[in-house]
């Protein structure tokens, strides 16, 4: 199969075009319209879009903001009808190629058509089976210059691309392999233990505990231990970030032997938690899968983190590590087990 670097060519520089800069603008401006909206948008992926006229400048910007609700392109085209600006669209940015079959919502390639512009980039082809090579292929055979993010010669590009990559990552893994994309949360102290001082449930900072939180935040389930449990008394919610409205997770809990009191669970339910205390973690992952989970985050203590690393369960690894010196910033590192993909 070919892939979206050899398969569309930037637009010819001869067309009339928006800069390159302001194509990467567009691709930068999309990608944060969509990250607000990373864990609110299961079983779609989150995706963003911006309309830029013949000059380049930003008419407007989408998002995909939950399934049934408008697919980015539409919610863009929409915003520039609302202002008055749908005559002026030339270029339309996608994180995502347009879909190109009727779903829950109407084919976004069919209201590209509808609409003037006259050039469409996108970050990444749709790994949809349905769709695949679909959307930018109609585009193109409709006459609309077709570019792949891969393609635009801009420095930023790669870390653009991989960007939109990332977006849609669990969404790709959940509809090819039908289980969860497995995101590790980890935080080590000044001497690369990951247990709290006595007393007290956590070591890290201040932003470090907002990062946590807005990792919840993007995630359909958070997966812990027993021991962790027993150990720290874990809420689990989103507090120190502001959370989609109405969401509710799952949280899946590892007890071979029983050890998490009844109080705990009511407690977590009480929270809104669909709360699932399993043994097994192969088939807790297959579960979640089948429950429409596509991003999980692990909290949980060396235990579980041990056996999940030797399983090899894991798609993405953040470490965070306390500061040597009190004052100073932790240390986030991000690893992904594929590589940059
Ligand atoms: N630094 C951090 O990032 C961090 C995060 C969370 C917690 N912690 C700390 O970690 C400590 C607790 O550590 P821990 O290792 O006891 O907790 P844990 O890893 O959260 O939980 C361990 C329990 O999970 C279950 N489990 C583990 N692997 C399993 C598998 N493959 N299949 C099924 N069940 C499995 C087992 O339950 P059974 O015993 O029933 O078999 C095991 O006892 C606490 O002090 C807590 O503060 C640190």
């Known amino acids: 199969m070919t892939t979206c670097r050899s398969t569309f060519a930037t637009p010819a520089a001869t067309a009339v075009q928006p800069q390159t800069t302001a194509i990467a603008d567009a691709f930068r401006l999309a990608l944060g319209c969509a990250e607000a909206f990373v864990g609110a948008t299961a079983p779609n992926p989150p995706v963003g879009c911006a309309l830029l006229d013949a000059g380049g400048q930003v008419l407007a910007c989408g998002a995909h903001a939950r399934a049934a609700k408008a697919h980015a392109e539409a919610a863009a085209l929409d915003a520039c009808h609302r202002a008055g600006t749908f ?13 190109n079959h009727t779903g829950r919502t109407p084919p976004c390639v069919d209201a590209i058509l509808a609409s003037p512009a006259r050039a469409v980039w996108f970050g990444v082809r749709d790994p949809n089976a349905e769709v695949l090579g679909g959307g930018a292929e109609r ?21 653009l691309a991989h960007a939109a990559w990332r977006l849609i990552a669990p969404f790709r893994k959940w ?9 590790v949360k980890q935080a080590l102290d ?31 389930a958070i997966i812990t231990g027993s021991g962790c449990v027993l ?71 060396p235990t579980l983190l041990s056996a999940i690393a030797e399983a090899g369960f894991w798609d993405e690894h953040i470490v965070i590590r306390q500061a040597p ?15 940059d993909a």
């Open 231 to 301: 150990a720290d008394d874990p809420a689990f919610t989103v507090r120190h970030a502001q959370d989609h409205t109405g969401k509710h997770r799952i949280l899946a809990i590892l007890d071979r032997r029983g050890r998490v009191p009844s109080a705990y669970i009511e407690a977590a339910q009480a929270r809104g938690f669909d709360v699932r205390v399993r043994s097994d973690l192969n088939a807790l992952l297959a579960e979640l899968g089948a429950a429409g989970v596509m991003e999980a985050l692990v909290e949980a203590g």
């Open 175 to 183: 509809k090819q392999t039908g289980r969860p994309w497995i995101t």
């Open 325 to 339: 010196t009190p004052g100073l910033p932790d240390a986030v590192e991000r690893r992904l087990r594929m590589g």
């Open 87 to 99: 005559g002026r669209i030339h270029t339309l940015v996608v994180t995502l190629e347009p879909c």
């Open 190 to 220: 000044a001497s690369g233990g990951m247990i709290p001082p006595a007393g007290r449930t956590t070591f890290t900072s201040q932003d470090s505990l907002i990062l946590a939180h807005r990792l919840r935040r993007r995630a359909d």
């Open 139 to 159: 585009l193109l055979a409709a006459g609309l210059e077709v570019g792949a993010l891969g393609a635009l010669p801009h420095p930023d590009a790669a870390d």
